[in-house]
């Protein structure tokens, strides 16, 4: 122990000098103020209530609807958007809903193909529990879409979306469906993505933006307007079947 403690002491040392001969920290300059978040009008009792909703949130059981072994590709979509016609509304103005010329092409789809506004289903699995929804489309007048998603669920199926818009275009990217919607304002478009929320067990809209549709088609990001759209009456799709 007495010759062990001379060298360490003379290592320490040699170490101790080293840390100031080379690659010490130097300093940047001033650091620039942080600017956080200031509250205004703090004495404003908050809201209580949405002023207007999407429909987010609201599932539905669609009735007498089975899904075999949990695999919604054996299920037949007119069926399926016929069956969902009877479940009533939760609120005035649900995505659900259908105007009543579009629920008359619906039940003539058997015998009018051609005339069906039932589009062909997408299918990916948007809740990553392993088993793929259904993603439907019904085509409404004023070229708007209402887009559906169902979601196998204890042998039967449930919609866990449900949203009517005038659309450009509907997107299937990774878990997310996006989708694209024309604006008043020239130059500009919303995007909306839903996601699956497994707290309220229904795709929401967890991002809402307007995107600048001009400058070389490059689409920049810019603040929502401070006043919130009406309900606007959603979608089309443009991704791969699998």
């Given at each position: ?42 004495t404003l009792p908050p809201a209580s209530a949405a002023p207007y ?17 949990g695999d919604v590709r054996r299920l037949d979509p007119v069926a ?163």
């Amino acid at each position: 122990m007495r010759l062990r403690l001379p060298v360490l002491a003379t290592l320490g040392a040699v170490l101790l000098a080293g840390c100031g001969t080379g690659g010490e920290l130097r300093s940047a300059g001033r650091t620039p103020p942080a600017n956080g978040p200031v509250r205004l009008w703090p004495t404003l009792p908050p809201a209580s209530a949405a002023p207007y909703d999407y429909g987010e949130g609201e599932t539905a059981r669609i009735p007498g609807i089975r899904v075999t072994g949990g695999d919604v590709r054996r299920l037949d979509p007119v069926a399926v958007v016929r069956a969902g016609l009877k479940v009533p509304p939760e609120r005035a103005g649900e995505g659900g809903e259908l105007p009543a010329g579009t629920v008359k092409l619906v039940e003539a789809c058997r015998s009018v193909p051609r005339n069906c506004p039932v589009l062909p289903p997408y299918f990916r699995d948007l809740t990553g529990d392993g088993r793929d929804e259904m993603v439907l489309a019904v085509r409404m007048p004023g070229r708007q879409l209402s887009v559906r998603v169902y979601m196998p669920e204890s042998g039967g199926l449930t919609r866990i979306m449900s949203t009517s818009d005038a659309v450009l275009s509907v997107q299937l990217a990774g878990r997310d469906l996006i989708m694209r919607a024309p604006s008043a304002i020239t130059g500009y478009e919303y995007r909306t993505a839903w996601s699956w929320d497994g707290r309220q067990r229904a795709m929401l809209p967890t991002q809402d933006e307007i995107l600048r549709t001009r400058d070389g088609g490059r689409r920049t990001p810019v603040p929502r307007p401070s006043a919130p759209r009406s309900p606007r009456p959603t979608a089309s799709l443009s991704a791969e079947r699998r």
